[in-house]
């Protein structure tokens, strides 16, 4: 099982959060997911988490809580998903891997096509923040 880390990354006001598609050319690809990345050996969450946003993204991250995890096999990888609330310490997003990003509110949840293992998460997104 490969441990993996994403971050709920909300804007200053906390009421949109970020999301990023996928490129082209990876698994998955043109999907949409929380930016994150595998945890490599030796490195806790919070540092691959950190890692992982300023390698894609070129932002620092504050990273809070734990919010939810989830296990999800796929078919050629099955991953242990933690996703951690987090706020943009600093930077402004460049798009190093992702082909684009979006600040959506969880009732936008609906409009956009997710990676299947994020499908848990955004239903607990949406339980806890919808309708704000």
Not at 5 to 29: S, T, Y
Not at 32 to 38: A, D, L, Q, R
Request: aromatic letters at 12%; charged letters at 30%.
């Amino acid at each position: 099982m490969t441990e993996v880390v994403a971050a709920l990354i909300w804007d200053a006001r906390n009421e949109r959060f970020m999301i990023c598609q996928r490129p082209e050319h990876k698994a998955r690809g043109l999907l949409w997911e929380f930016v994150g990345g595998k945890v490599e050996a030796g490195e806790s969450d919070k540092q691959a988490l950190i890692r992982e946003c300023r390698e894609e993204l070129g932002i620092t991250l504050t990273v809070q809580e734990l919010f939810a995890e989830v296990v999800h096999e796929y078919s050629d990888i099955t991953v242990h998903l933690k996703l951690y609330n987090a706020f943009i310490a600093y930077g402004t997003p460049i798009l190093f891997e992702h082909k684009a990003f979006r600040w959506i509110t969880p009732d936008e949840i609906p409009k956009y096509e997710f990676c299947p293992a994020d499908t848990e998460l955004l239903e607990k997104i949406k339980e806890a923040y919808g309708g704000r």
